[in-house]
């Protein structure tokens, strides 16, 4: 749509997430790194009244009552259209000094996206870092001076988009992980159903999402490091599995272990 500006603040729960954030196809078409990720670890246990003032309250924060009288003006301005009624932003240009730090950290996060850089896993979210850090930056000078970025703007963005990248790379490991319990759970179910056994001739009959031979194999070892299966047949030289079963002796709630 022509001159319009969208925000969204979306809430997910973890079981949501892990979802998501496992879904090639949902983090390769774009959407999803387009959000900047936030997942703090719980309060729940840690939310006690005793030591806390009775009458605490947001309001007495000098930072929070700053940037709500801020927020206040800037919702209060008559918004830049032109005569169609389409938006028209003021610009805020990054030049200078402040021009070189962003293309530092530019230049830093491509290079974390080589084959063997540390954001490799999450590289459709880290090809998105430098532009923003640039908008980071933009409202942050906005917000405080109404202003173009300075070097200070560009240095607070960079630290609060680590701060995103490193929380969508874990959210994204946990979530890979994650989907390879569900994914064992369902064929340690499978096998329950089928007689306990399983032979890698046999991969064929598995559930679609599984079937394919290597998430077969991914899976049984799974299985079998953590106790729920054992390896009855090898073949070959190097004693490649081919059949595996089905331990008896496993606890009714399969794979809690890997669950906690």
């Not at 850090?133 to 070097?151: K, L, N, Q």
Request: proline residues 6%; hydrophobic residues 40%.
């Amino acid at each position: 749509i022509a001159g319009r500006r969208l925000s969204s603040h979306l809430m997910v729960q973890p079981v949501i997430a892990d979802k998501l954030y496992s879904d090639p196809l949902l983090m390769g078409q774009g959407f999803l790194p387009r959000f900047l990720p936030c997942c703090d670890a719980s309060l729940m246990g840690k939310r006690l009244l005793g030591q806390r003032p009775f009458d605490e309250n947001p309001g007495n924060d000098p930072a929070l009552v700053q940037f709500w009288k801020e927020v206040d003006q800037l919702v209060r301005q008559p918004l830049p259209t032109n005569d169609c009624g389409e938006l028209q932003p003021e610009n805020l240009v990054i030049c200078g000094d402040a021009y070189t730090a962003w293309a530092n950290v530019h230049d830093s996060f491509e290079e974390q996206l080589a084959p063997h850089g540390e954001y490799t896993i999450i590289r459709e979210f880290t090809a998105k870092a430098a532009d923003n850090v640039a908008r980071i930056a933009a409202v942050i000078s906005y917000i405080e001076s109404r202003s173009a970025p300075t070097v200070y703007h560009i240095a607070r963005a960079a630290q609060l988009m680590h701060y995103y990248l490193m929380t969508m790379m874990r959210r994204v490991q946990e979530a890979s992980h994650n989907a390879s319990e569900h994914e064992a759970l369902e064929l340690y179910e499978w096998m329950q159903r089928n007689g306990g056994e399983l032979a890698s001739d046999d991969f064929k009959r598995l559930p679609a999402a599984i079937r394919r031979a290597r998430k077969a194999r991914e899976l049984l070892s799974l299985l079998v490091d953590n106790g729920y299966a054992t390896v009855s047949a090898i073949s070959g030289p190097k004693g490649k599995p081919r059949a595996w079963k089905l331990r008896t002796d496993t606890r009714d709630d399969p794979l809690t272990d890997m669950e906690g």
